[in-house]
């Protein structure tokens, strides 16, 4: 009878210091996509990455134009070529074609490369601010309710506000 006493005394102690840990717990919530929609500096990355994107594209336009030329010229002329020069001009397009491929693999990689390379300096921003306002409320968790992650947040406070005020933003 003394041990299972104890034990129920042991049980009711763990529960409530179970329930009291929970009270101290302090939960938040931001949308990251939309604080992104509205940092300062993120139009000017985009403008400059799109300008880049913009150059890379004419370049890979230029490559096609030129290989849909030299096809055009290989099936006009080819009649009237030995076998050696019709297996030369196939070659020199095939070659283009993995060019072409080769340059639109290093291209999306170079553009993913420096997207993240612009945007670092402003994610960073708003982490830290995130981080600081966490900080100064006493949040515990501050979740993040732009990727979807979050599903109940009726007990979480809206960080938004204050970290637009941390950031200067209206």
């Not at 990689?109 to 670092?120: D, F, H, P, W």
Request: include cysteine; glycine fraction near 6%.
């Amino acid at each position: 009878m003394k041990k299972v006493f104890i034990a129920t005394l042991a049980v009711i102690f763990a529960l409530c210091g179970t329930a009291m840990a929970q009270k101290n717990i302090k939960l938040g919530h931001i949308n990251s996509n939309e604080l992104m929609q509205i940092m300062p500096g993120r139009d000017s990355a985009q403008a400059v990455l799109q300008a880049e994107v913009t150059e890379l594209e004419g370049t890979l336009k230029a490559m096609q134009s030129e290989m849909e030329q030299r096809y055009n010229d290989y099936m006009e002329k080819q009649n009237g070529w030995t076998d050696l020069i019709k297996q030369t001009k196939q070659r020199e397009i095939q070659d283009m074609g993995a060019r072409i491929e080769e340059f639109q693999r290093s291209a999306q990689t170079q553009l993913q490369e420096r997207e993240a390379e612009l945007l670092k300096p402003i994610i960073d921003r708003a982490k830290d601010a995130i981080d600081q306002v966490a900080k100064e409320g006493g949040y515990t968790y501050v979740f993040d309710s732009g990727t979807g992650a979050l599903l109940y947040s009726q007990d979480s406070e809206d960080l938004m506000p204050l970290v637009k005020k941390k950031l200067g933003l209206n």
